[in-house]
């Protein structure tokens, strides 16, 4: 991912940097 800080969740995936955010 291009994202520069990525947060990891059960089973769903959010990056803080919304530039192709996957909800």
Partial sequence: ???R???W???THF???YG???L
């Fill in 1 to 3: 991912m291009h994202s």
């Fill in 5 to 7: 800080t990525e947060v």
């Fill in 9 to 11: 969740f059960p089973g």
């Fill in 15 to 17: 990056q803080t940097v």
């Fill in 20 to 22: 192709s955010s996957a």
